[in-house]
């Protein structure tokens, strides 16, 4: 009998991926409190820049928006991979689980996305400092924002396309969350000629963006020789801490889909290791990194710190005043 003719109705999928974790509580809270960490971090660069009409500029737009896209992408499977460690939730249904695939794809493509449009941005910032906000305004930024989301969803949807309409003959998920991988394994096909697609499509997005980064910063390091001592020791440092962005990005993505292309073998522990880290990497690293390095951001988490201190001394001393009367 084919495995066609064997096919099964689907209503849900059993995540296998943490079957062999001999600590997965220990596992789970490493990744609880990493996700609430980067979440948390997003979120606060997101409410500064939103309230401030100072900075409605196009740098902290495009840094906002990589909050929003940090929060998404890592909130796509990060929750599912907890509820398996820590509450033994390991099932998922189909529906959500196909939902689940598509938020991650766009998610993952729009990290790519992001990290591209702010390299650009820091070109053009450093390259034509007069023309800079006359080239990129705000609704350019907004408009080509809106138009790189429609893109990645777009791109997103040939996963569903050719996913969906397969046979399923396992219920079991070999990975940690429904990713295009691991839900094409349970079709009933032979799933090597739909993974060479996604690899081919994967390779052109990872290729030309990173390629399309690491251009704009060689761009920036070249006009950064003709700047003084001082000038090139701060741009250094925002280079080197930009770059550390895009290594944990785009390291993982690298071996994962390059590599294994050219006879890189992967065991199963570490493809999974290396799809946690592209998904909690960034989100964790970007919101240091990009915003709380940012003078303006930095400056209102200053305030807020010593507010909350004098208020704290005006508190203790009021109590104190209390207790002596």
Request: aromatic share 14%; proline share 3%; charged share 10%.
């Amino acid at each position: 009998m084919s495995l066609q003719n064997a096919s099964i109705k689907l209503t849900h999928f059993i995540i296998g991926g943490f079957d062999t974790v001999k600590r997965p509580v220990a596992v789970g809270v490493v990744m609880l409190i990493t996700y609430l960490l980067a979440v948390f971090a997003s979120l606060v660069n997101i409410i500064f820049i939103v309230s401030d009409k100072q900075l409605h500029k196009p740098m902290y737009l495009l840094i906002c928006n990589l909050a929003v896209v940090d929060v998404f992408y890592t909130s796509s499977a990060t929750p599912t991979m907890i509820g398996v460690l820590l509450a033994g939730v390991n099932t998922i249904s189909y529906v959500e689980c196909l939902i689940q695939m598509y938020v991650y794809q766009v998610g993952a493509t729009m990290e790519m996305f992001s990290l591209t449009i702010m390299a650009f941005d820091r070109l053009i910032a450093i390259i034509c400092p007069l023309q800079y906000h006359s080239y990129l305004t705000n609704t350019r930024t907004l408009v080509f924002t809106y138009i790189v989301w429609i893109v990645a969803c777009s791109f997103a949807v040939f996963s569903l396309v050719t996913a969906t309409p397969l046979p399923h003959c396992y219920l079991r998920l070999r990975y940690t969350f429904c990713d295009y991988a691991a839900v094409m394994r349970t079709t009933c096909v032979n799933p090597e000629k739909y993974f060479n697609q996604v690899a081919m499509l994967s390779v052109f997005l990872s290729f030309s963006t990173f390629i399309f980064i690491c251009l704009s910063y060689c761009g920036i390091l070249f006009f950064v020789k003709i700047l003084s001592n001082n000038d090139k020791k701060k741009m250094g440092s925002t280079l080197v801490s930009h770059l550390i962005c895009v290594i944990c990005l785009y390291c993982p993505l690298i071996i994962i889909v390059i590599f294994t292309r050219f006879g890189v073998v992967l065991t199963l522990e570490e493809r999974q290791g290396l799809l946690i880290g592209t998904i909690l990497g960034p989100s964790l690293v970007n919101p240091f990194v990009y915003c709380l390095r940012t003078k303006e951001i930095k400056s209102k988490i200053f305030k807020i710190f010593r507010k909350c201190k004098h208020v704290g001394g005006h508190s203790s001393a009021a109590l104190y005043t209390y207790e002596q009367y």
